[in-house]
Protein backbone atom coordinates (compact mmCIF):
# COMPACT_ATOMS: atom_id res chain seq x y z
CA UNK A 1 0.00 0.00 0.00
CA UNK A 2 1.26 3.65 -0.99
CA UNK A 3 -0.07 6.61 0.95
CA UNK A 4 -0.09 10.04 -0.75
CA UNK A 5 -1.40 12.94 1.22
CA UNK A 6 -0.95 16.38 -0.59
CA UNK A 7 -1.11 20.19 1.03
CA UNK A 8 -0.07 23.50 -0.01
CA UNK A 9 -3.40 24.42 -1.73
CA UNK A 10 -5.79 27.68 -0.88
CA UNK A 11 -7.04 30.73 -1.99
CA UNK A 12 -5.23 32.49 -4.30
CA UNK A 13 -5.28 35.69 -6.18
CA UNK A 14 -5.72 35.79 -10.30
CA UNK A 15 -1.56 36.08 -11.04
CA UNK A 16 -0.87 34.32 -7.96
CA UNK A 17 1.11 31.11 -7.22
CA UNK A 18 0.82 27.93 -4.95
CA UNK A 19 3.14 25.73 -4.57
CA UNK A 20 1.84 22.08 -3.58
CA UNK A 21 3.56 18.84 -2.23
CA UNK A 22 2.42 15.16 -1.59
CA UNK A 23 4.22 12.81 1.11
CA UNK A 24 4.06 9.58 0.09
CA UNK A 25 4.61 6.54 2.31
CA UNK A 26 6.64 3.75 1.65
CA UNK A 27 10.62 3.03 0.78
CA UNK A 28 10.38 3.04 -2.63
CA UNK A 29 9.09 6.41 -3.28
CA UNK A 30 11.97 6.68 -6.22
CA UNK A 31 10.53 3.74 -7.91
CA UNK A 32 7.42 5.30 -8.53
CA UNK A 33 6.20 7.46 -11.42
CA UNK A 34 4.33 10.48 -10.80
CA UNK A 35 1.37 12.62 -11.51
CA UNK A 36 -0.83 15.20 -10.49
CA UNK A 37 -4.34 15.71 -11.96
CA UNK A 38 -7.15 18.06 -10.99
CA UNK A 39 -11.20 17.77 -11.07
CA UNK A 40 -13.16 20.97 -11.16
CA UNK A 41 -16.79 20.51 -10.08
CA UNK A 42 -18.56 18.96 -12.78
CA UNK A 43 -16.14 18.20 -14.11
CA UNK A 44 -13.70 14.89 -15.10
CA UNK A 45 -10.63 14.56 -13.93
CA UNK A 46 -7.73 15.51 -15.89
CA UNK A 47 -3.90 15.55 -16.24
CA UNK A 48 -1.75 18.26 -15.18
CA UNK A 49 1.67 16.97 -15.64
CA UNK A 50 4.09 13.72 -14.66
CA UNK A 51 7.47 12.58 -13.57
CA UNK A 52 8.76 9.45 -14.64
CA UNK A 53 10.69 7.39 -11.67
CA UNK A 54 14.14 6.55 -14.03
CA UNK A 55 15.27 9.79 -15.70
CA UNK A 56 13.07 12.30 -14.24
CA UNK A 57 11.20 13.11 -17.39
CA UNK A 58 8.43 15.08 -17.52
CA UNK A 59 5.15 15.48 -18.92
CA UNK A 60 2.58 18.73 -19.31
CA UNK A 61 -0.92 19.29 -20.21
CA UNK A 62 -1.15 21.32 -22.87
CA UNK A 63 -3.16 24.00 -20.83
CA UNK A 64 -0.33 24.59 -18.67
CA UNK A 65 2.86 24.47 -20.60
CA UNK A 66 4.15 27.86 -20.19
CA UNK A 67 2.53 28.30 -16.20
CA UNK A 68 3.36 25.07 -14.93
CA UNK A 69 6.30 23.87 -16.85
CA UNK A 70 9.51 23.11 -15.64
CA UNK A 71 7.94 23.15 -12.21
CA UNK A 72 6.82 19.25 -11.36
CA UNK A 73 9.99 18.02 -8.97
CA UNK A 74 10.74 15.52 -6.57
CA UNK A 75 12.65 14.81 -4.01
CA UNK A 76 13.39 11.13 -3.54
CA UNK A 77 15.08 11.51 -0.13
CA UNK A 78 12.34 13.24 1.10
CA UNK A 79 9.56 10.97 -0.46
CA UNK A 80 8.28 14.12 -1.93
CA UNK A 81 6.80 15.08 -4.89
CA UNK A 82 6.26 19.20 -5.52
CA UNK A 83 4.19 21.21 -8.20
CA UNK A 84 4.74 24.80 -8.58
CA UNK A 85 1.81 26.91 -9.78
CA UNK A 86 2.01 30.20 -11.21
CA UNK A 87 0.67 32.51 -13.32
CA UNK A 88 -2.76 30.90 -11.82
CA UNK A 89 -6.32 32.10 -13.42
CA UNK A 90 -9.90 31.05 -12.31
CA UNK A 91 -9.70 28.38 -14.42
CA UNK A 92 -7.62 27.07 -12.71
CA UNK A 93 -9.80 26.58 -9.70
CA UNK A 94 -10.24 22.83 -8.76
CA UNK A 95 -9.28 19.68 -6.26
CA UNK A 96 -5.77 18.75 -7.06
CA UNK A 97 -4.19 15.06 -6.63
CA UNK A 98 -1.42 13.30 -7.05
CA UNK A 99 -0.88 9.47 -8.03
CA UNK A 100 1.43 6.90 -8.01
CA UNK A 101 2.28 4.83 -10.85
CA UNK A 102 3.96 1.79 -8.71
CA UNK A 103 3.40 -0.69 -11.35
CA UNK A 104 3.81 0.53 -14.92
CA UNK A 105 4.54 3.29 -16.79
CA UNK A 106 2.33 4.03 -19.49
CA UNK A 107 -0.69 5.68 -20.34
CA UNK A 108 0.13 8.27 -18.19
CA UNK A 109 -2.60 11.40 -19.05
CA UNK A 110 -4.78 9.01 -18.05
CA UNK A 111 -6.01 8.62 -14.37
CA UNK A 112 -5.87 4.61 -15.36
CA UNK A 113 -2.45 4.79 -15.56
CA UNK A 114 -2.21 5.27 -11.87
CA UNK A 115 -2.39 2.91 -8.87
CA UNK A 116 -2.57 5.05 -5.99
CA UNK A 117 -4.44 8.61 -5.43
CA UNK A 118 -3.89 11.39 -2.86
CA UNK A 119 -7.19 12.87 -1.21
CA UNK A 120 -6.84 15.97 -3.02
CA UNK A 121 -6.01 19.46 -1.48
CA UNK A 122 -8.32 22.77 -2.77
CA UNK A 123 -6.65 25.42 -5.12
CA UNK A 124 -9.14 28.13 -5.43
CA UNK A 125 -8.12 31.41 -7.43
CA UNK A 126 -10.27 34.45 -6.95
CA UNK A 127 -10.78 37.06 -9.20
Known amino acids: QVQLVESGGGLVQVGGSLRLSCAASGRTFSSYGMGWFRQAPGKEREFVTAISRDDGMTYYADFVKGRFTGTISRDNAKNTLYLQMNSLKPEDTAVYYC??????????????????WGQGTQVTVSS
Open 99 to 116: AAATSKWYNIRSPGGYDY
